[in-house]
C-alpha cells in the first residue's frame, strides 16, 4: 500500500483551533450558567482529534465521554451493522450534548449513533467531525461543525486501516487496492 500526504500537522492543528473557537461561541450563548457541554467521542477514531478540540475550546467548561462504535470490522468498507461496545456513561437527558467523530463517511454510523442519543432526550445534539466525506455519503446526517473536508480512504490524526497508522500526525490517503506499492 501506498499513502499520498492530504493534510499536514500544521494544517489540521490550524482548522482544529478554529473550530474550537466557533464551537466556544455557540455554546456560550446557550450553555446556561454552571452547566458544562458534554462531549462525548467516538472510539477509537476520535480521541486525537477530541483532545485537540476540548483544547481548543478555552474556557467553556466541558465535560469529556466517550462512546465505542463499529461498522468496519478490520475492512475499508462499512458492513452496514453497527455494534457498540460502550455507551456513554453519563446521563445526556436535558443536556447539551456534542458528538466528536473522526470521520462522516457513508453515514451510517453516525445517523444510528445520533438516532440512539436522540432517544435519551438531549437539550441539543450536534456534531463536530474532524473529516467530511461526501462522495460516499449513504445516509444523509446533520454535521454542524466540520474541521476539513477531504476524499479518499484516509489514515492518520486517529485515522485507521485496520487499527493501523492511527498515531500519524498528518493525514494521508492509503491505496488499498491490490499490486499498490508497498507503504512507507
Known amino acids: 500500500m501506498s499513502k499520498r500526504l492530504v493534510l499536514t500537522r500544521a494544517e ?18 446557550v450553555l446556561p450558567t454552571g452547566e458544562a457541554l458534554l462531549a462525548g467521542g467516538v472510539l477509537n477514531g476520535a480521541f486525537i482529534f477530541m ?16 462512546v465505542r462504535l463499529s461498522s468496519y470490522q478490520n475492512s475499508d468498507v462499512s458492513s452496514a451493522k453497527v455494534v457498540m461496545t460502550k455507551t456513554l456513561e453519563k446521563e445526556i437527558r436535558d443536556r447539551h450534548v456534542l ?3 473522526d470521520i462522516a463517511d457513508c453515514g451510517l454510523t453516525l445517523a444510528w449513533l445520533l438516532d440512539f442519543l436522540g432517544r435519551r432526550r438531549p437539550a441539543s445534539l450536534k456534531v463536530a467531525v ?12 446533520p454535521l454542524d461543525y466540520v474541521a476539513m473536508e477531504a476524499e479518499g480512504f484516509l ?29 512507507v
Open 130 to 141: 474532524a473529516v467530511d466525506k461526501k462522495a460516499r455519503r449513504e445516509v444523509q446526517v
Open 155 to 183: 489514515v492518520g490524526y486517529g485515522l485507521d486501516y485496520a487499527e493501523k497508522y492511527r498515531q500519524l500526525p498528518d493525514i494521508y490517503e492509503l491505496d488499498t487496492q491490490p499490486g499498490a506499492p508497498p507503504l
Open 51 to 66: 483532545a485537540d478540540l476540548v483544547r481548543a475550546l478555552g474556557d467553556l467548561p466541558v465535560e469529556v465521554d466517550f
Open 12 to 29: 489540521i492543528e490550524a482548522r482544529v483551533a478554529g473550530l474550537g473557537r466557533r464551537i466556544s461561541q455557540d455554546y456560550e450563548k
Open 99 to 101: 458528538v466528536v467523530e
